[in-house]
């Protein structure tokens, strides 16, 4: 757009010159052209960009280094064309603040769409958000833009790359399989507790249906039995402290996804746990299954890392003391405040991106990972 | 987040179609341009007038056509070199035929500046051996290559180029040659311009055809009606007097100051201003005298304006008058050459010369202000074939040398000239005749208006003579008669209808009545403005040596052309004939020679013109070894040019390919060995292969950090070199950074030859 603008003041200054210095009137005559042109457009595009929508469609889930498809669709509802669009396209990796724009040209035609189709990838997984941070209807010189309001964004998942990963759980006197808790998540199999009370849907058991108070409704009711939660292990991602390497952001969710995936085929049940550096809370999840952790995957890759502030631990204990259980993996960059005091409550492994030095901590850097934590110990 | 480590997102746009589209416009953009650059060039250089275009655009097109196809194919590497080889086969094969058409172009170029600028350029000589048609078509088939060529070259780099650069070559061609091609070349050009700029550039890299049109159309709509708008008489006007007036501006900034007096000849928009008594011209003289200081001089009357005489008249006789300059024949100083034939004949004549400084404060300064009596020296440029007045060009202090008490020998010269039958005089005045029919052609217009104005007067004092024909003496009679009853030197006026109305009384009016009147009756005049130092300042700066000029000295009088002397000043303008008494013979007489007895030259005038002067020669011609070692200098520098660009690009491309090669050891080995060739730039040369030894050094010329990346990097060298284990991308981007950074370092200190060095020979960037 810069050579386009020079190029314009460059032929207006030739054509002033030659009106001036040649007296000739068909100089400035496209001189004034020149500038009547892009003055033309405002009160076009002022029009136009009333009538136009803006969407943004991206496929959700890619491979490490992949190329992903997304598309931007302009609408222009009037019947104007305008000559010279300019998008700025923003992509943000959630996980580790990586982002990038791109001002993408196009025109719009009367009473059509223009889609435009655009590849984004990374070489680090997270969570990448497309957005459509502004458009600008612009003259055909690019002298005068019109901010055009746009709302138009969505996701793409990079997924991590796992690796094989050999657990050992060691038995911890800390541990129990009783478990109390209840999951609030979901319906379970205890029949002694009740996870939520709710009509009679065709195929629930008939032992399910809780007479005395179909009874009293007047139709059937059924109480689906509550979920215990057998709290052996909790896997927590320190998300304070967190360094500007990429690298190591990568090296972290890919450790803690492989760590979940071997638990989850090894048919553990396990909470997994981090914390939201921007509203200093800690976020758990149960993972039953292998679905429950693809589900919970794109929630992790957007957990973004801050250098500062309130720990994870400490956070951990401070407002979610329940969670805490006989197995802890805490993974890390570096321990933060309140690491030291999870071994209070249970066999903490913690796995630590630095040289750090602490008791039942495997260190790993970015680059051999894979090699240094093939087997863990919990 | 730190930019260096942004490496693992990529956000880029799908380009399904670019190429289709792209080659289209390639092709479209470079042939207009070639074929506009070619038509402005071979328009504004006067190479149409003796050829025509067509070879010279279909060679262009098919070389842009070729470009095109090979762009879509994306074998460009081979274009270059291959149009190259047949460009130099042309050379080779048809050097004496391309030569000839280059001179035929030089010349006709040099013709039309001269028309335009009133300078001349030396020609080229024509070798006879081929036949000039031949050389035309030839030269045009390479010239029409050559342009297409650097149109597809500007192209490829940014077809947005081609909207500047295209205008800016007519533009600065119009300029150079002082012509305006408004709606032939001008208008076309620049809305070809103003398309190519929005149909380009990655803005529109994925636009439809349709967009791209609609783009055109638009800007084509607009412009087409404002166009018409722009034809209207009253817009024209308009935009003539903007352009005056900004002229007029430009002038007065860079030639006048506030006292400027001097109207230059333009009567358009007269303002009588009064005299002051500021400082104008200070000239310094040895024996301080009067003196008619020429400025400005008029040939043609038009409109109540005087103007010098057209450089496109003077381009017709560019070989007599650039002839004259060359042979110090020049106009300005043929009083002196009349001095000088004459001088040793007249014993009691002091013929000796004077320097003179002059010393411009507040007088125009785009003029040189001469007596008649000039000698040659310094202040005479000898491309610029003017008869008119001298330019200065801003000169505000200048110096030259005069004949001391010439006005009082322009009688016994023109005796002497007459009498005296010396070879050298004989040759002196056929030489001077040609000049002089020169002046007799152009220096008795009249327009027709002053004619209708001042005829009837005129014919009333022819019919007091009685004759038909008048004599020399008969029609100086009647000239100063006539002005005598315009401007009486005592009583009231005769009520007459004279031209210049707006300047009435004033010296101005005087002088161009004088013109007209002098001219009528047959002899040669013209207007001329300057400073007169009057023989009472004279005589009071004899102590000083300098005198001052002021404003009120400014005025106009006639000189009319005495021949065998040339321009003399006529003394007769009210006011001046009491300062300076003895210009031009007595109580307003001229002289008019006779030529010698029965040495009338038989050839027309028209014939001299087109037959060179044996002794002197008009055309001024370029040894052809001269030339031709010129060309081959050029085509051999752009040849080692070329050639190194191929080099550069080559190496860089290998190096590149190496840079990334799959086995990152063998990368970063490669990176760091021209690391060290960088280094050895700063003077750490790598004798031995260990560059360890140059960790400290490093450390005190450029810092701890950079001292220990750099002990990292032999590390990492060591690694890739000794060790069994992979290094990875990251060590490559690593080392690569670290080559940027050394990079940067080395060009911060080391001299811009050996930069240029370490890029073009030793490619090392």
Redesign the interface.
Known sequence: ?I??KL??I??EG??L??????????????A???I??PL?CIPIHLYVRKKTSISLTAQPNLKKGD?G?FTVKLTNGTMF?V??L?CR?R?E?QL???????N????L?PKKEQV?????????CGR?KLSVEKVFMCD???IIRIPCKTNAFGYMTVQPDTFELRIHMLSNIMSTDDSEVYSQERAGYDMTETYQIREYIPGDSPRQVHWKLSNKFGRLIVREPALPIVQNVLVFWERTGET????CI?AQAEILVSLCKALADHSIQFTIGWNDTDHNVCILHEIQDMDDLVGIIPRLLRATGKKDGVSGAELLIQTSSHALCGHMVYVAMHPQEGAEELQHYGHVTMLLGDETSFADARNFDA?HYKEQLSQIEL | MNQKEKHGMWLRQSEPNKKETEWMLFILAAMASSIVLLLTVFELTGFFSIYTPLPMLCSAVCVCIGYGIVYKRNQQKWFIPVLLFVLMMMVWIGRIWIMNGFCEFWNHMGSVWTAGSGRVISKLTLTNTSDQSTSLLIFSIFAGSIFSFLCCGLASIEIRILSVVVPMVLLLGMGVFHQTYEFTYLIPCLLLAMCLLVCSGKENQHDSIIAIMSKCMLILVCCGVLLMAAVLPSVKSWTKDVQEDLQEALHHAKYETVYTTLPEGDFSRYIDKEPTKQTALVVGMEHPEELYLRGFTGAVFENDKWTALDSSILAEHEELLSWLNQNERNPHTQYEQAVGLTSEDMEHVDTQKQTITVQNINACSRYLYVPYNLCAGEVLDKNNISTDGMIANGRRTYVYTIHLGGTDMVRKILGNLQNLGKEEIQNYLKQEQVYRTFVYQYYLDIPDSVKEQLLSYWKEEASVVGNETLTFEQAQFCALSFLEKCFPKEGESMNLSLPLAIAEGSSYQYATVAAMTLRYFGIPARYVEGYIITKDMAEKAKDVNAVNVDESCAGAWVEVYQDGIGWLPMQITPGIEKQTPNAVGEEGQLSKMKPPKGKELEEEPEDILEEPEPQGGYVISIPKIISWTIVWIVLLCILFIVFLMIRRNSILKKRRQRWESEVTNDAVAWIFADLSNLLEQLGYVRENGSMWEYVTPLKQRFGTVYADQYEQMVMLNARSLFSSSKLDDSHRSCIKTFFQDTLKHVLDNVKWYKKLWIKWIRCLY
């Open positions: 757009m050579s386009m190029g314009w460059v032929l030739m054509l010159g030659c009106f001036l210095y040649f007296g000739s009137s068909a100089a400035l005559a496209i004034v052209g020149m009547l042109v033309f190329s498809v064309p000559l010279l300019q396209i992509i990796n580790n603040c990586e982002h990038q724009i791109l993408v040209y196009t025109w035609p435009i189709t655009l590849n984004a990838g990374s070489g680090y990448m055909c010189f690019g500007n390497d990429l690298r990568d680059n």
